[in-house]
T-cell receptor
Framework: AQKITQTQPGMFVQEKEAVTLDCTYDTSDQSYGLFWYKQPSSGEMIFLIYQGSYDEQNATEGRYSLNFQKARKSANLVISASQLGDSAMYFCAMREVYSGNTPLVFGKGTRLSVIA | DAEITQSPRHKITETGRQVTLACHQTWNHNNMFWYRQDLGHGLRLIHYSYGVQDTNKGEVSDGYSVSRSNTEDLPLTLESAASSQTSVYFC???????????FGEGSRLTVL
């Protein structure tokens, strides 16, 4: 069974500093995808970044990067140069890709607060 | 632009009433999903569909049903609403493969 663990219910970071949000996962499948979503206070779910299990390089999207350590089964999100607008809930999610259609399973989320 | 819309965005109902939350997407995606979001639980999967006439139960399907009569719509029905079903409900769709989920704006349901 799939499982996503986000051990940090809440985090604080100073504006312009980098922050790492932790995510570990558990799967017996060899082919899977890892996702991060952002949910600001307005409530919408915003896709941030994707990492495939066979991707050799860590995914990056602007100020977001995914620190993928396959052997440790971790997929931490790194946000560089934090901005006040980064304050939000962040969810890690995983889908097993063997059939291409497995539903996404989400972690419980981490609430990030950026301090001026 | 293609989009996914949910209605109503807010609803208050009474225990025991039947409630239907609508979800409509114009992405032409085969895959559609319903999640509920509760504090401390993240997003939990209720039901999902991989195409017309296909429906599958998720982690928290008890008390909910869905039907898929066309590609665009996946309505979620609460047969007899309970206070434990007070939550924010998200509909999402995806094109399959390793593609991301596209989420609706959410529907906040309160059961009194």
């Amino acid at each position: 069974a799939q499982k996503i663990t986000q051990t940090q219910p809440g985090m604080f970071v100073q504006e312009k500093e980098a922050v790492t949000l932790d995510c570990t996962y558990d799967t017996s499948d060899q082919s899977y995808g890892l996702f991060w979503y952002k949910q600001p206070s307005s409530g919408e779910m915003i896709f941030l970044i994707y990492q495939g299990s066979y991707d050799e390089q860590n995914a990056t999207e602007g100020r977001y990067s995914l620190n993928f350590q396959k052997a440790r089964k971790s997929a931490n999100l790194v946000i560089s140069a934090s901005q006040l607008g980064d304050s939000a809930m962040y969810f890690c999610a995983m889908r097993e890709v063997y059939s291409g259609n497995t539903p996404l399973v989400f972690g419980k989320g981490t609430r990030l607060s950026v301090i001026a | 632009d293609a989009e996914i819309t949910q209605s109503p965005r807010h609803k208050i109902t009474e225990t025991g009433r039947q409630v239907t939350l609508a979800c409509h997407q114009t992405w032409n995606h085969n895959n559609m999903f319903w999640y509920r979001q509760d504090l401390g639980h993240g997003l939990r999967l209720i039901h999902y569909s991989y195409g017309v006439q296909d429906t599958n139960k998720g982690e928290v399907s008890d008390g909910y049903s869905v039907s898929r009569s066309n590609t665009e719509d996946l309505p979620l029905t609460l047969e007899s609403a309970a206070s434990s079903q007070t939550s924010v409900y998200f509909c999402a769709s995806s094109p399959g493969g390793s593609g991301e989920l596209f989420f609706g704006e959410g529907s906040r349901l309160t059961v009194l």
